[in-house]
């Protein structure tokens, strides 16, 4: 069975300290790793897809790694705006998953000024 | 402007009614899906349908179905079966193909119950 763990589950940081979350996960063959940012009321916004181990990708503050095991996003000086719960989910590979995207309990960010 | 859309935002369930959470989308996406999400937890999979006419079951289709009679339109029933409604409902598209088919969410339907 797919799984994914998010931690920690809420992080507070002060405005310009930076850190990063972490994507723990089991999948039968990744065919997909997807962060998602989520506001409070709101649905989920789509931030990166990655593919393979070994992959980066970045978008203003975020930076989103991935390992064979974990992805990681990292936040650099962050600001308020970027406070929101980060979810992260994969694709599994396997035919009879269809698209499914196994989701973990998101990562809720408190940036203050 | 291309999306998906779903309405009403806020839905009231009295006992024993069934209810019925719309959604549409303008992106020409193949596939549509339908999600559950509770406070503390991961978003769950009730249905999902990649063609017209034809859908499959989620992790918790228990207690709900749908429809896909357009490419456009996936609506979600909530049924009387269904025993603890309460949720935060979101829906989402992808296309199908490729290495990762991306989804795309809605704004997404709050249904609480009288």
């Known amino acids: 069975e797919d799984q994914v763990t998010q931690s920690p589950e809420a992080l507070r940081l002060q405005e310009g300290e930076s850190s990063s979350l972490n994507c723990s996960y089991t999948?039968?063959?990744?065919?997909?790793l997807f962060w998602y940012r989520q506001d409070p009321g709101k649905g989920p916004e789509f931030l990166f897809t990655?593919?393979?181990a070994g992959e980066e990708k970045e978008k203003e503050r975020l930076k989103a790694t991935l390992t064979k095991k974990e992805s990681f996003l990292h936040i650099t000086a962050p600001k308020p705006e970027d406070s929101a719960t980060y979810l992260c989910a994969v694709q599994a590979g396997i035919k009879a998953a269809g698209n499914k995207l196994t989701f973990g309990g998101g990562t809720r960010v408190l940036v203050k000024p | 402007d291309g999306g998906i859309t779903q309405s009403p935002k806020y839905l009231f369930r009295k006992e024993g009614q069934n209810v019925t959470l719309s959604c549409e989308q303008n992106l020409n996406h193949d596939a549509m899906y339908w999600y559950r999400q509770d406070p503390g937890q991961g978003l769950r999979l009730i249905y999902y349908?990649?063609?017209?006419?034809?859908?499959q079951k989620g992790d918790i289709a228990e207690g709900y179905s749908v429809s896909r009679e357009k490419k456009e339109s996936f609506p979600l029933t909530v049924t009387s079966a269904q025993k603890n409604p309460t949720a935060f409902y979101l829906c989402?598209?992808?296309?199908?193909?490729?290495?990762?088919?991306?989804?795309?969410f809605g704004p997404g339907t709050r249904l609480l119950v009288l």
């Open positions: 349908s990649q063609i017209v006419n034809d859908f």
């Open positions: 989402a598209s992808s296309y199908l193909g490729g290495p990762g088919e991306t989804q795309y």
């Open positions: 999948v039968s063959g990744l065919r997909g």
């Open positions: 990655l593919y393979s």
